[in-house]
T-cell receptor, first 113, second 109 residues
């Protein structure tokens, strides 16, 4: 069975641009969560979605948004990119909620120039 | 005070040694607890869920102490392949999923 898949693997953008990251959960998983991880830190929770509804939001500005589709895949959008948005963006899926064991994708490494 | 605190290490231990990590959390309403393992420049992978009764998986034992608000991970008979960063995770409702900074373990031949 396929694990969590994320695309693209790497991305280079410049300040002010916007970016869309994509995630497909494990088959049968209905919850998708997004995290930002900078070097030397643990992942920081951005969003959790379940059945297309936002269930949880971390302490990130409104430039960050996400959505979940009927097939449970998800997109993370970041507008007006800043240098500080350079990070590894991780998507995780779980059966129903982030309170349960989560399975992570390989991540998208975003670099802002 | 941070919601989840871990000693970042590194912990350098010889092969075969026993090593233990703690992770403290500040909110007594925290509900679920996990240990993840993360290799350099890779994604986190679930190691164990942590239950009040304690749980064991081979050489790994996890404990939860709600009274003192910490979780622990014990690794017995360390292998070179155990070298990684160990992340504790604490959740509270749907809105709060908090990872620790991670504890780096280096097992030395």
């Amino acid at each position: 069975d396929a694990g969590v898949t994320q695309s693209p693997t790497h991305l280079i953008k410049t300040r002010g641009q916007h970016v869309t990251l994509r995630c497909s959960p494990i088959s049968g998983h209905k919850s998708v969560s997004w995290y930002q991880q900078v070097l030397g830190q643990g992942p920081q929770f951005i969003f959790q979605y379940y059945e297309k509804e936002e269930r949880g939001r971390g302490n990130f500005p409104d430039r960050f948004s996400a959505r979940q589709f009927p097939n449970y895949s998800s997109e993370l959008n970041v507008n007006a990119l800043l240098l500080g948005d350079s990070a590894l963006y991780l998507c995780a899926s779980s059966l129903e909620s982030a309170n349960q064991p989560q399975h992570f994708g390989d991540g998208t490494r975003l670099s802002i120039l | 005070r941070k919601e989840v605190e871990q000693d970042p290490g590194p912990f350098n231990v010889p092969e075969g040694a026993t090593v233990a990590f703690n992770c403290t959390y500040s909110n007594s309403a925290s509900q679920s607890f996990f240990w993840y393992r993360q290799d350099c420049r890779k994604e986190p992978k679930l190691l164990m869920s942590v239950y009040s009764s304690g749980n064991e998986d081979g050489r790994f034992t996890a404990q939860l102490n709600r009274a003192s608000q910490y979780i622990s991970l014990l690794i017995r008979d360390s292998k070179l392949s155990d070298s990684a960063t160990y992340l504790c995770v604490v959740t509270r409702g749907y809105q709060k999923v908090t990872f620790g900074i991670g504890t780096k373990l280096q097992v030395i031949p």
